[in-house]
């Protein structure tokens, strides 16, 4: 079975989208998301004028073998627009191996182990009021866990909070030039505890409770947030502080028991060794689509479960229903799932990708049909092109740029 074809969709239904699909010579079809949120071009290049290329004539069965051609043969290697470039072939194989043998993916890699995958839908508010509202929202509609975030007193924006009139948390503005958001630390961790402490009051602890502080404390402030935080009894705090240097969670973990989550910016085994090895983390959220496919998370996966650490896979809306289609397959085979995060997709997204997993009783469940078990509607794609967007960006009060 060989690779006749490899095409790259680029589409906007609601945020942009970059989709791989790879055709065999018996004319099954796969597909693999490719998109890298605000640096989504700078991936289609990669793959339409190195990758693909090369990709034809290969014996598309040959999963393993093509993931160490793309990434020892590049030279370059990891990085987020290599490992996303490699991660869509990887996931885009998978599902052609899937549908040639009319199975589900998740059959391919061992069988399942659950029956449904636990997820987090994200509430928030301008008010702590709007967010006690919304968290009440995603409890009825049967969610079992719930992140929370919500403004704070006396800044202007502040992140995780839903867009007016979307009811999805999703922050790309208009145009090439990121919006500047100002944040103060001081402010942050005195509204915290308020903010954990409202939702508990109102809704008590019968359910999870997570929060996103998304980098952007110090390691001494990421300890006395979670410190902080203890009575309240989080499922996780999510990147509490930066992980380009690993050993900075040491400081954290030895002041707080507080669970840690870190990983949605990592792109291979590498980033998170020694996070895992020495577990410093108790889940990591390595996203399928950035970190070298459905192949390499798996190996970091399996590296988690040798130290006790679950995974909590990276699920927003910047990655595509492809994305989550394959993140599905992967969690319901592996024995150290904890969670997956789950935003939904804005419309139109529905009239381009056609899925088949589904949401019931606070979990997803990815379906039996063979591959991945999404399609994509080209003609859909079509009419919703590219739309220019970048992420914001970070200062503090003194004008200093700081994590976003």
Request: charged share 25%; glycine share 10%.
């Amino acid at each position: 079975m060989k690779i006749d074809k490899a095409e790259v969709i680029v589409t906007s239904p609601g945020r942009n989208y970059v989709t791989l699909r790879i055709t065999s010579d018996t004319g099954v079809t796969g597909l693999g998301d490719a998109t890298l949120n605000g640096r989504e071009l700078s991936v289609v290049s990669y793959l339409r004028d190195h990758v693909c290329p090369q990709l034809i004539g290969k014996d598309a069965s040959r999963i393993t073998d093509l993931w160490e051609y793309l990434y020892k043969g590049a030279y370059w290697r990891r990085g987020p627009v290599t490992m996303t470039a490699i991660a869509a072939v990887d996931c885009a194989l998978w599902d052609i191996l899937g549908k040639a043998t009319e199975r589900p993916v998740h059959e391919l890699l061992g069988g399942a182990v659950r029956d449904g995958v636990l997820v987090y839908g994200h509430a928030s508010g301008r008010t702590l009021d709007d967010l006690l509202r919304d968290v009440g929202h995603y409890l009825g509609a049967g969610y079992r866990a719930v992140r929370v975030q919500a403004a704070i007193p006396g800044l202007d924006s502040t992140y995780g909070i839903h867009h007016d009139g979307t009811g999805h948390t999703y922050e790309p503005a208009d145009g090439r030039y990121p919006t500047e958001n100002v944040w103060d630390t001081a402010a942050y961790l005195r509204f915290a505890p308020e903010m954990m402490a409202a939702v508990r009051e109102t809704y008590g602890y019968d359910f999870h409770l997570l929060h996103d502080v998304h980098h952007r404390l110090t390691p001494r402030e990421a300890a006395k947030l979670g410190k902080s935080l203890e009575p309240f009894d989080l499922f996780w705090i999510e990147d509490a502080t930066p992980a380009e240097d690993q050993r900075a969670f040491e400081l954290v973990r030895s002041h707080t028991v507080t669970p840690l989550a870190v990983g949605e910016i990592f792109n291979s085994i590498w980033d998170c060794h020694e996070l895992i090895s020495r577990r410093l983390v108790d889940y990591i959220r390595c996203s399928v689509s950035h970190a070298g496919g459905i192949t390499h998370l798996r190996r970091i996966f399996d590296l988690a479960a040798l130290y006790g650490v679950r995974t909590g896979s990276h699920g927003a809306g910047d990655l595509s229903p492809v994305s989550l289609a394959s993140a599905l397959q992967l969690d319901i085979a592996v024995p150290n799932f904890g969670i997956q995060e789950y935003m939904g997709h804005l419309s139109p997204a529905e009239e381009v990708f056609m899925t088949h997993y589904r949401f019931e009783d606070g979990y997803l469940k990815p379906g039996d049909r063979p591959g991945l078990g999404v399609e994509i509607d080209e003609d859909a794609a079509a009419r919703y092109p590219y739309e220019p967007r970048s992420l914001p960006i970070n200062r503090l009060r003194d004008g200093t740029m700081h994590d976003w």
